[in-house]
């Protein structure tokens, strides 16, 4: 299986713009699904209920292929443009940049309003923890409770991350584990030669996580 690496950044950060009385407010989030984009927007919409403008853009995957901008009611192509532009250009991805406006009482023209998007970014993006990822792969595990000695012990020389997990006689282990580490089901298989085959693990990869 044939995983990418990417950039991101690691944690909420924020930046500020300040322009004629407007004050432009960046949250820059780390996001996998675009469920969690509309939860943070929504978030911001409630929490800034007084802002005229939460203005955004995204870009999802290691292939960097979905992305999306917003204006939000600002000129056609004066705020999510530049923005995305900021993630672009700091070659990110797993990320949205949200900017909420709060209106000053002067217009700024379309020349304005694209620096101000595009400054207050850049400020939440230079703020930001950058780090290197990699795609991971969802894997689910199969095994009677006397073994969970052994899938443990596989699973604690990785940076694999449970999901979710039922331990009852028979055991279910859902974990996201970069791709880079899949040898781990070369473990688990290899395990499998010493047990009795009533006792054998079961492995599901389902794949790549999108």
């Known amino acids: ?8 950044i690691s944690e909420l950060s924020e930046g500020f713009y300040k322009e004629k009385g407007s004050k432009f407010l960046a949250f ?18 409630k929490e800034h209920y007084q802002a005229v403008h939460v203005c955004s853009a995204f870009r999802l ?8 901008a917003s204006d939000d009611g600002e000129p056609s192509n004066s705020a999510g443009a530049p923005i995305l532009g900021q993630i672009q250009s700091f070659d990110l991805t797993n990320i949205l940049i949200a900017v909420v406006r709060y209106y000053g009482g002067v217009n700024l023209g379309v020349g304005g309003l694209i620096n101000a998007y595009r400054t207050a970014s850049k400020e939440a993006l230079e703020n930001a923890t950058i780090i290197d990822q990699e795609d991971e792969a969802l894997i689910t595990l199969l095994y009677k409770y006397n073994e969970m000695p052994q899938v443990m012990s596989v699973l604690k020389n990785s940076t694999a991350k449970i999901i979710e997990q039922d331990f009852q006689l028979s055991c279910k282990l859902s974990i996201h ?21 009533e006792n054998h693990i079961t492995i599901e990869n389902h794949g790549i996580i999108q």
Do not use: W
Not at 35 to 43: D, G, M, P
Not at 185 to 194: G, H, T
């Open 28 to 45: 820059a989030f780390p996001c996998k699904t675009e469920e969690e984009i509309k939860e943070h927007i929504q978030r911001l919409r």
């Open 1 to 8: 299986m044939q995983g990418s690496k990417f950039k991101t």
């Open 177 to 197: 584990v970069p791709v880079s580490e899949l040898k781990i089901m070369e473990q688990i298989a290899e395990l499998n030669l010493l047990l009795p085959e």
């Open 61 to 68: 995957g290691s292939d960097k292929k979905r992305y999306r």
